[in-house]
């Protein structure tokens, strides 16, 4: 079975841009979560997303927003970027969602480099 | 609330030697935990969680955990370091508040020596 993957890899993008990650889960799998990796906060949760409703919230300004289509892939936008915005953003897939127990399965993640 | 303490950014051993991770947690209901491991450039890979019942759980790769609950730890262990194991860990906790979310430690950069 193919794993989470995410489009594109690495991106540069300026300050005030926007973009737009990509991420299809494992096949079956219905809920995507995105994380953000920086080196100096560390992996934080952006949002999950299931059945196309975004279930769970972290704590990000509303410049990041995301979405799921019918088919689970989901993207993740980031408006009016930051430099702070630099880094790398994983995407996680799982079967179902409201249980802790869950696994998540990650992708190898989207570079995003703000200049 | 959730959170997850991981002790030493960086461990360093010779290969062959025990590895030993420290994460310790805080939770204020019986915490879900697990260790995930980042090689370079990749993703986060799953090497084992707990749930309830059996303390010592054994993940993939040759590595364990021991949940104690009068300590609120849950170290990784590994008898023997390869040179493959070269990686940064991750402990992380799942808030039962918010199902979806992982809340993750400051990772361990393990460093194997020949």
């Known amino acids: 079975k193919a794993g989470v993957t995410q489009t594109p890899r690495y991106l540069i993008k300026t300050r005030g841009q926007q973009v737009t990650l990509s991420c299809s889960p494992i096949?079956?799998?219905?809920?995507v979560s995105w994380y953000q990796q920086t080196p100096g906060q560390g992996l934080q949760f952006l949002f999950e997303?299931?059945?196309?409703?975004?279930?769970n919230k972290g704590n990000f300004p509303g410049r990041f927003s995301g979405r799921q289509f019918s088919n689970s892939r989901s993207e993740m936008n980031v408006s009016t970027l930051e430099l702070g915005d630099s880094a790398l953003y994983l995407c996680?897939?799982?079967?179902?969602?409201?249980?802790?127990?869950?696994?998540?399965?990650f992708g190898p993640g989207t570079r995003l480099l703000v200049l | 609330a959730q959170s997850v303490t991981q002790l030493g950014s960086h461990v360093s051993v010779s290969e062959g030697a025990l590895v030993l991770l420290r994460c310790n947690y805080s939770?204020?209901?019986?915490?879900?935990l697990f260790w995930y491991v980042q090689y370079p450039n990749q993703g986060l890979q799953l090497l084992l969680k707990?749930?309830?019942?059996?303390?010592l759980v054994k993940g993939i790769n040759g590595f364990e955990a021991e949940f104690k609950k009068s300590e609120t730890s849950f170290h990784l262990t590994k008898p023997s370091a390869h040179m493959s194991d070269a990686a940064e860990y991750f402990c992380?906790?799942?808030?039962?508040?918010?199902?979806?979310?992982?809340?993750f430690g400051q990772g361990t950069t393990l460093q194997v020596k020949p």
């Open positions: 996680a897939s799982s079967l179902t969602t409201g249980q802790p127990l869950k696994t998540q399965y």
């Open positions: 707990y749930t309830t019942g059996a303390t």
């Open positions: 992380a906790v799942s808030d039962p508040s918010n199902t979806g979310k992982l809340i």
């Open positions: 096949s079956g799998h219905r809920s």
């Open positions: 939770s204020s209901v019986p915490p879900y």
């Open positions: 997303y299931f059945s196309e409703t975004q279930r």
